[in-house]
């Protein structure tokens, strides 16, 4: 038999070297792929495609991925969310409740049978079983409010699947739900959600470039609201105003909205964007459709006023990968970024000294908490340094012979370029 | 417009208010819920049932599956295991070339189609798709080893759903493959995982009940191997030594097994069990089938050796829930327990005093970094202490008048029984 040990290396998950990850870089996408981001992120290795619109996570993909979960987990709990996860299987007969089992009328729909017999749904939206499984929870105007939340994957099944992982057919998603008691209430959350996903998009490096759109509103509001990024590739067209962070969608531009937020059309300014956040006012129409209510202190029933908020998590890491690019590869802010640091260490003749000391800083990196790749791997510096510039990683750090002689590190900044001969002291500092 | 603050409290995402919590506990369970593990569940507010076999995970239950899933992480992470996530949607061209897409070999498929036409499956195991992808990145030997690992949620159209989260048709997995140059480097991971999945299951506090348990080979291997855990409610039944700490399974009881381990068939106790974990060796049929190869160092094509290692994470949740359970509710080890200590406060008339001592003990908890659930509900003591015994944190301290005239706090630990008056120092010395 096997011995058992039960003492063991604390697990280092903020450092890795090079040598280990099994991805490799590629000098080109697969020949199917047309998105931007889904070229840039296959040819670093964060992603891999299983077919068209269905991204697998590799290990570097699955860190970013990671890190934007957080930034949103963190601000979601900051407005009160309770995270939770809801399943991919979903039950006919409850969408049927609401109308939305129909492939007339949700045309994403995957569907499959149970072996027992019945037909069952997979998870394109949760607001349905959400509201239903509520029902259980809720009963007096005491259990209310409620923000939930989960990152849950969504499947839908696209016809058009050619925008990587901007549009897929399986995806992750943020989406939280509120129950309140009423309008007023409703409308105060509402707002402090409008008020999390801009520090969310400002966390993620886009807020600058981020404008909460006034949209077409739906019964129970005049207007409803989306996050629109300014992307070249974007396949949205918004009207911004720049001064006074003001945007509107197309369906929405009239004389009456213009009127409405006192600009004017020429002020206005026609951009290409992405959708990045969008949030629904359902009033209570779902509540009313599922018999989800609460006894007021009269003991009445009164449905409950539900609003649904969404992020798509892999939609903004394609995004960021698009957005934040140059010819050379990915250039992730900060706060996503799957290491902090990318260490480079160039082998000459006079080799043992250089990978001791790369090991070295290594080391002290990782006992600092520093993420830190480090490319340990017996290359040419250009096959190096093209790697690094192409995964995208903020801080570049090289070791040689020409460093050592010198007595620093040589930083690159992945962003502006410049480059930099600092102590590791000075290193320090600016990390 | 809604300006932004970007400013924000930190989160406290170790503490919680029970109020503040949208879960209620229930008496009874649904009555068509027959399982052990989901009536207490459910009960407690872990999990919400969806349909047969398919469970949503509330916050509590959330907070559990991912410390379990922690637990498991870090020490894949410590035997090298890369961490990545695969799809939901699976090619059936794929599953073709091993000639397992057809229902008639598994009998798990759940299956549906495109839009744009053609079928896919629904992942009920990822070999095949990570082996497929890894010929991307493996050619050359010195491409190996790689170990890679997800936590991935299944579908499988089981006909039998009837025993809650032990087995059902959506549930997470941890899965781990294994891409190795030949059958020593194999079978020495292998071991390796062996001595790792023991580790795992003593964090989880199984450890002394879970036996490593020879079971049928296939062509590449005499036995291969399962980890049973004794369960009263458990679906299969082993054959232990307890002091030699073996198990056989059903299959390979037979004189040549017993001869071979060194012990006879009277020495050997017959007990029920379920497994919580198995590990494969596919040896090269499976890199053989799909084509996976890497070059020796003379150029030669060799087919890949090739492991499988998995961990029912939402599975074991239950096991956790059963076997650690009394007529009271969920006896939670602490490792997985969704929080350290549960606080509740017991108000009577002089009610402000002792809300403030409690609000007052729950900040330094939260301070220290102490997981709280703090139960500040305006309740009955005795529905507060049946809440907190079903919902089973390891320590549960009471602020009521009487414990303040001691100036000391009420311990009780939800495992022994044991009730004891401690000062405040000493409670954080006992955590």
Redo the contacts between chains.
């Keep these: 038999?096997?011995?058992?040990?039960?003492s063991?290396?604390a697990?280092k998950?903020s450092a890795m070297k090079q040598s280990?990850?099994?991805?490799?870089t590629r000098k080109e996408a697969p020949t199917d792929e047309v998105a931007q981001n889904a070229k840039l992120l296959i040819r670093a290795g964060y992603i891999?495609k299983?077919?068209?619109g269905?991204?697998?996570?590799?290990?570097l993909?699955?860190r970013v991925?990671n890190k934007i979960k957080q930034i949103v987990r963190?601000?979601m709990?900051?407005i009160?969310g309770?995270?939770?996860?809801?399943?991919?299987?979903?039950?006919k007969e409850l969408w049927e409740k609401t109308k939305r089992w129909s492939d007339e009328v949700v045309?994403v729909w995957?569907?499959?049978?149970?072996?027992?017999g019945g037909e069952?749904g997979?998870g394109w939206s949760h607001e349905e079983?959400i509201a239903e499984?509520?029902k259980?929870?809720i009963s007096s105007f005491r259990?209310l409010p409620?923000f939930?939340y989960q990152f849950q994957?969504k499947?839908r099944?696209?016809?058009r699947?050619k925008s990587g992982i901007l549009r897929g057919?399986?995806f992750v998603m943020k989406d939280m739900y509120s129950f309140c008691l009423d309008e007023a209430d409703h409308t105060a959350f509402y707002?402090r959600t409008?008020?999390a996903y801009?520090?969310v998009y400002?966390r993620l490096g886009i807020?600058e470039d981020t404008f909460?759109t006034f949209a077409a509103g739906g019964a129970f509001t005049k207007f409803s609201h989306e996050f629109q990024t300014i992307a070249e590739t974007g396949e949205d067209v918004i009207y911004i105003h720049r001064a006074?962070?003001?945007a509107v969608n197309k369906e929405v531009l009239n004389d009456e909205t213009l009127k409405n937020l006192g600009v004017s059309r020429s002020e206005l300014e026609e951009v290409k964007t992405a959708e990045v956040g969008n949030i629904f006012n359902f009033g209570t129409q779902k509540s009313e459709d599922l018999g989800l209510s609460y006894k007021n202190e009269k003991g009445e029933a009164i449905p409950v006023w539900m609003g649904s908020y969404g992020i798509g998590i892999t939609r903004v890491m394609g995004l960021l990968a698009e957005k934040f690019s140059d010819e050379k590869g990915i250039v992730w802010p900060e706060s996503v970024a799957p290491f902090r640091v990318h260490l480079v260490s160039i082998v000459g003749a006079n080799g043992e000294a250089v990978k001791k000391e790369a090991e070295k800083l290594y080391q002290t990196l990782t006992d600092k908490g520093i993420e830190v790749l480090y490319d340990d791997r017996d290359l040419r510096p250009g096959e190096k340094f093209a790697d690094s510039d192409l995964i995208g990683i903020p801080t570049r750090v090289v070791i040689s012979e020409k460093t050592m002689k010198e007595g620093k590190l040589e930083i690159k900044d992945r962003k502006t370029g410049t480059v930099s001969m600092l102590s590791e002291s000075d290193l320090f500092k600016l990390l």
């Design positions: 038999m096997v011995a058992i040990f039960l063991r290396a697990p998950k280990h990850l099994f991805t490799k891999h299983e077919m068209a269905v991204y697998a996570y590799l290990p993909g699955l991925q963190e601000e709990d900051a009160g309770q995270e939770l996860i809801m399943t991919a299987l979903q039950s045309d995957f569907k499959t049978n149970l072996k027992t069952v997979l079983p499984m509520m259980g929870y259990d409620i939930v994957t499947l099944n696209e016809v699947a057919r399986e707002n409008i008020d801009m520090r400002h807020g909460v006074k962070k003001i």
